[in-house]
Each structure stands twice: as C-alpha cells, then as structure tokens.
C-alpha cells in the first residue's frame, strides 16, 4: 500500500501507522517511497547546506519561491543556486538514476521525466537571469573530500 493511501485514510502525522505501512514495503520499494515522501529538507540538502556551513559559504537561503525551481540553496547577493537532487526522481546518470523498477513505471516514469524537463527549464532561466547554478546529486553526498571540491567554486567568486 502507498504511503499516500494511508494518509488519505488515517489523516495526517499518524507515524505509528506510517510506519506500520512502511514495514510491509520491501526494501526496494520503501526507499523509493521515502524518495517520494521527503521533499523539502532532505538528509542529502541537510548534508549540503552542513558542508556549506563547514567551509564558510554561509548566508544561503533556503528554497527562495521568487527563484526558478526555488533552489536548495541560494546567495542572492552572490547570484548563486544549488539544487539537490534525488538521483532517482530527477534522472542522474548514475547507477540510482538508472534503476528501473519494474512496479508504477506508470507512475514514476512521466513524472521523472517531467522532473528532468522542469530542472532544465529551471537551470536555463536562471543561467539567462546571470545565476550560476550547481547540481549536486544524492550520490555526490557521501564523497565529502569531492563534494568539498565541487562547491569550491561558490567560495572564490
Ligand atoms: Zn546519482
């Protein structure tokens, strides 16, 4: 059962029931829920904005709704975006972006694909608005040496 028809049927913030449906999940199939449920402020963005705080890019804010695809991240006065993706739901190149579950391709196959269309049109307008804008992926997370790197330039501009 999807944690949605749960919710539906037992009103919001019931975690005991929550968890209840989600034991009966397989593994494979629950995170690809917990991917489906979290959307804003994720362990992988707290991971991010942690790093970012480490390294001294400090005064971000968070999921600005006057910015295209309300960033993750943003230092407006700097111009700068980060966006933190799922690899799953947005389609990355990488062995989690291309797992193909066999059950609700229906489902979660349009809907990444319209991620994917949407993080585009998000990125260009941005990029045309003279936003520089980097894509830190949920695989990228667990490397804290790379992603110290990737982030290095948000710090030297
Ligand atoms: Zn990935």
């Known amino acids: 059962m999807a944690y949605c028809e749960i919710s539906k049927a037992s009103g919001r913030g019931n975690r005991y029931q929550k968890q209840v449906a989600m034991d009966k999940l397989t593994p494979d199939r629950r995170s690809a829920n917990m991917r489906q449920i979290r959307d804003k ?15 001294g890019l ?29 690899c799953f739901w947005h389609g990355h190149d990488c062995i989690e972006g291309s797992r193909k579950p066999k059950s609700n391709q229906d489902y979660w196959l349009p809907k990444i694909e319209r991620n994917k269309q949407r993080d585009a049109e998000n990125i260009a307008a941005l990029c045309a608005a003279g936003w520089d804008v980097l894509v830190v992926w949920e695989c990228e997370i667990s490397d804290k040496a790379r992603l110290t790197k990737k982030l290095q330039p948000l710090l030297s501009t």
């Open 41 to 55: 402020d994720t362990a992988p963005e707290m991971m991010v904005r942690k790093l970012c705080r480490e390294i």
């Open 58 to 86: 400090l005064g971000y804010r968070i999921h600005r709704k006057d910015l295209p695809g309300k960033p993750d991240l943003a230092w407006i006065g700097r111009k700068q975006v980060i966006f933190v993706h799922g």
